[in-house]
């Protein structure tokens, strides 16, 4: 067991310590935003907690419009299940993008995780560039991977419950997020714990979005055993509005991690100030 450990330590500095050199390479060879996001994508991710090296130095340009450095990642909690994740190219994403909760900008790709109203958009905006949809209307499965500026947006399909108790099979989509080393999943309408393949796809998640709501997604039981899973190192609740639902969520929650409250909707984050430790932060809004 000491041995698995020894080398499990020594797989996440590893990884930490890679991306943190490609980035420093490719900042000091003046890569295009482009090669940023390949050299990002050239590290071996392992499953397990980010570690950031002490010893390597990151430039701190960033892009003046965004204002974001260049190892940042701005996250923006607009309400309900949809979050607008800014890159610091300025490429904008916007998850479960619908028509009764938006943004004020219009995003460059947004995800729709399931043909649900409050999760979905009939007719998006068409000065959106990229809408990528979590089922196939067609009943296959959908697949997406998709790479814009410095960001990549993918999906890991999932199944659905229907309203009579049925199965939809892969009716729903995890979409992935990944950026300057970052890996955010926005959970969705996920309605059963997840398989190992499922996680292997997932990979290493550093930010999830998780729906709290314990009755409209899945249990607070079902939930704390998909975040288990996935063991990502911070937790922001997202998909509710009953207080009651939320306070039984704290108490099951400061059993295990922190739980703080952000004062507003807005937070920047990087592979340096992800907590070490798993926690949840809940954003302004709802």
């Known amino acids: 067991m000491q041995e698995f450990l020894a080398a499990r330590r020594l797989g996440i500095r590893l990884r930490g310590w890679l991306f943190h050199l490609l980035l420093s390479c490719c900042l000091v060879m003046g890569a295009a935003p482009q090669v940023l996001a390949s050299c990002a994508g050239m590290v071996e ?18 892009n003046a ?7 940042q990642l701005r996250i923006r909690f607009i309400g309900h299940s949809t979050f607008e994740v800014e890159s610091p190219e300025g490429a904008l994403v916007h998850t479960d993008y619908n028509d009764y909760v938006q943004g004020a900008r219009t995003p460059h790709i947004v995800t729709m995780n399931n ?13 959106i560039p990229h809408v990528l949809r979590g089922w196939d209307p067609a009943g296959g499965i959908a697949r997406h ?15 659905l419950r229907d309203i009579g108790g ?16 970052l890996c955010v999943v926005h959970i969705s309408h996920l309605h059963h714990y997840l398989s190992k393949d499922q996680l292997r796809e997932l990979g290493i998640i550093d930010v999830a979005f998780a729906p709290i709501d314990g009755m409209w997604t899945m249990s607070h039981d079902e939930l704390f055993r998909v975040l288990t899973d996935l063991r990502a190192r911070l ?41 070490r430790k798993p926690e949840v932060l809940f954003l302004q809004g709802r």
Do not use: C
């Open 235 to 275: 937790v922001i609740p997202m998909h509710y509005g009953s207080m009651t639902g939320v306070e039984a969520f704290v108490a099951r929650a400061k059993k295990n991690w922190p739980v703080r409250w952000h004062d507003s909707d807005t937070i920047t984050v990087s592979l340096r100030t992800v907590p």
């Open 166 to 181: 049925g199965r939809l099979a892969n009716g729903n989509s995890m979409f992935v997020i990944e950026a300057v080393g």
């Open 145 to 159: 991977d998709l790479r814009f500026r410095d960001i990549r947006v993918r999906n890991v399909p999932t199944n």
């Open 45 to 62: 991710r392992q499953r397990g907690p980010s570690f950031f090296h002490p010893h390597v130095r990151l430039a701190s340009t960033g």
């Open 65 to 71: 419009a965004t204002g974001l450095a260049r190892d």
């Open 115 to 127: 043909a649900h109203d409050t999760h979905y958009s009939v007719s998006p905006d068409s000065a």
